[in-house]
């Protein structure tokens, strides 16, 4: 789960069958991958238009797990750790795993939270103050109970994106709360209910995996254009990789986000207009070593 940096992801695929028209018209040598990948697209705008009947979030109530107190230049702020089952996952790491993964790509590896709306409480002392609830998957929180390190790590990352959503400046210094597992009350959540796109490859398989120098990953080459004014679409130039196997991509509302463990490319990029993400779909391109990624809009840009 991406927290966004500004607004969040609608939209109406328009002509899908003219996506990447000009770049597929090579059809000489690539016209069964033309004909796929324009299956593909039109699969995404099929999905979309059964999306608009689902809900697009869920709505959950966290149970409390633990509360730390910090504070900001406007006074205390506290932190509600709070888990669910209905937010996924991380990664099942182990310790030593996930130590290793973060010395190599400290961009690697994220936990999906649920960041909540802050709220006004009263302290101990009858003070002032904000509260905030931040909620993890439940099997992930019991594990967290264990590890010293991991809970560690998951008041960092709250601390982060609490400060990215929300404009602030907490002071990284906290302490947790012996007594109280929570502060105030816990609202419920809305959960966005999407799935992170899947990506398909298209052409002729080969070994996956090329040698790679033991350097940091790069930033790959990005170009974004609108195919229609609801359809944004993505090449990313990925010339040292042969296939998919491993990359991963996250799509948020005006977010996209390309990489994964081992990988030698990174991408975190804002993207200026509301994406849908869910009917959001990607191809890689392996006569070409690209990502194609097809984007709905939310909104159509004035």
Sequence with gaps: MIPPRGRRPELAMADSKTLLASELSEAETMGDEATRLQQLLLQASKEFQQAQTRPESTQIQPQPGFCIKTNSSEGKVF???????????????????????????????????????????????????????????????????????????????????????????????????????????ISQQNIRSKQRPRIQELGSSCTPGSPRADVGPEKPHLNLWLEAPDLLLAEIDLPKLDGALGLSLEIGEDRLVMGGPQQPYHLDAHIPLRINSEASKAAFHRKRKQLLVAMPLLLVPS
């Design 79 to 185: 932190i509600n750790i709070c888990h669910s089952p209905s937010i996924p996952p991380p990664a099942d790491l182990t310790e030593d795993e996930l130590l290793q993964m973060l010395e190599e790509d400290q961009a690697g590896f994220r936990i999906p939270m649920s960041l909540g709306e802050p709220h006004a409480e009263l302290d101990a002392k009858g003070q002032g103050c904000t509260a905030y609830d931040v909620a993890v998957n439940s099997d992930f929180y019991r594990r967290m109970q264990n590890s010293d390190f991991l809970r560690e790590l998951v008041v960092t990352i709250a601390r982060e994106g609490l400060e990215d959503k929300y404009g602030l400046q907490l002071n990284p210094e906290w302490r947790m709360l012996k007594k109280r597992p929570f502060l105030g009350s």
